[in-house]
């Protein structure tokens, strides 16, 4: 069976300081990636995409970069952190998307810069 | 574009309340329809799906219905329980649209009081 997993579950991180965060999927190939950001209290917002190894599409400007250097690996990272980075980041994989397939969700990462 | 447009919560029922948590929906294609679920300070699971016009997802008690004519997926639960609080999501896929992504709605926050 698929399986997701991101890391760490939680980080305090000073403004200016590097991020990265990971996030590995196993049991499948060719996944299509993403990473969401849930600021308190609303919704989910894509920050990145990716349908295969070195394609990223970026949804909005921001501080944070994405990188997919395997198959079934996704990077989230900054070189400076922001206090407004704060958040809750969650990771995605789908299968097919033609087949207008469902997302599956790794259990986050609560990121507080402080 | 496409888009999800879902009641705004908070939504405070009593235990064995009836539920239902309004999403409409508007996209190019044909697209599926999903309902998240995020318990607190979790990732998201899917909690049901429809794939087509008439179709209905159902589990663990709640059900939604396909409904092309109104562009509707709304979400019910006969009897709501204290385990039930969480957000939801209702979500879109619609690959013959054009597009990799799935399109999430704000989400709606259900407590439930014993």
């Known amino acids: 069976s698929q399986t997701i997993h991101q890391w760490p579950a939680t980080l305090v991180q000073p403004v200016g300081s590097p991020l990265s965060l990971e996030c590995t999927v196993e049991g499948t190939s060719n996944p299509n990636l993403y990473w969401y950001r849930q600021a308190a209290g609303r919704g989910l917002q894509l920050l990145f995409y990716s349908v295969g190894i070195g394609q990223i599409s970026s949804e909005v400007p921001q501080n944070l970069s994405a990188s997919r250097p395997q198959d079934r690996q996704f990077i989230l990272s900054s070189k400076k952190l922001l206090l407004s980075d704060s958040g809750f980041y969650l990771c995605?994989?789908?299968?097919?998307?033609?087949?207008?397939?469902?997302?599956?969700f790794g259990q986050g990462t609560r990121l507080t810069v402080v | 574009g496409d888009s999800v447009t879902q009641m705004e919560g908070p939504v405070t029922l009593s235990e064995e309340a009836f539920l239902t948590i309004n999403c409409t929906y508007t996209a190019t294609g044909y697209p599926s329809l999903f309902w998240y679920v995020q318990y607190p300070g979790e990732g998201l699971q899917l909690l049901l799906k429809a794939t087509k016009a008439d179709d209905k997802g159902s589990n663990k008690g709640f059900e939604a219905t396909y409904r092309k004519e109104t562009t509707s997926f709304h979400l019910e639960k006969g009897s709501v329980q204290v385990s039930d609080s969480a957000v939801y999501f209702c979500?879109?896929?619609?690959?013959?649209?054009?597009?990799?992504?799935?399109?999430f709605g704000k989400g709606t926050k259900l407590t439930v009081n014993p």
């Open positions: 979500a879109l896929s619609d690959a013959q649209g054009g597009s990799e992504k799935l399109v």
């Open positions: 995605a994989w789908r299968g097919d998307t033609f087949m207008n397939t469902e997302a599956f």
